[in-house]
């Protein structure tokens, strides 16, 4: 049974830093987009960032425009991890965080909730202004 757990979530004033770790088990995702998506109350679920391995100790990661420079995605393919160090945190970052992991290895990475097969339970992440 695969199981993505994500852990780190909390309550944070503005301007303040949150690390997202999300532990995967049941398989391996080394080969494959790992990705963040956020939701806020009333709103689709939305891309935060994903990343993948591209060859040797190369990673790609992409962001959604609002986080770059505050967010990074990174991953730990012996470990099953990925995780999401959040800096300058806005309250407009309130939501739920999900982590989720794709099994498609002609998906470089995805934007697209569709696009990944597996998903954590979610851990809110609330900015206070």
């Given at each position: ?5 994500e852990?780190g ?6 301007g ?10 049941g398989?391996?995702f080394?080969?494959?987009?790992m990705g ?6 009333g709103?689709e ?17 992409d962001?959604v425009?609002s ?7 990174s ?7 990925v ?30 909730v ?10 809110q ?5």
């Open positions: 049974q695969v199981q993505l757990v852990s979530g909390g309550l944070v004033q503005a303040g830093s949150l690390r997202l770790s999300c532990a995967a088990s398989r391996t080394s080969s494959y987009p963040w998506f956020r939701q806020a109350p709103k679920r939305e891309f935060v960032a994903a990343t993948r391995w591209t060859g040797a100790n190369s990673y790609y990661a962001y425009d986080v770059k420079g505050r967010f990074t995605v991953r730990d393919d012996g470990k099953n991890t995780t999401l160090q959040m800096n300058s945190l806005k309250p407009e970052d309130t939501a739920v965080y999900y982590c989720a992991g794709a099994t498609n290895r002609l998906l470089y990475v995805s934007r697209l569709e696009d990944y097969e597996y998903w954590g339970q979610g851990t992440v609330t900015v206070s202004s």
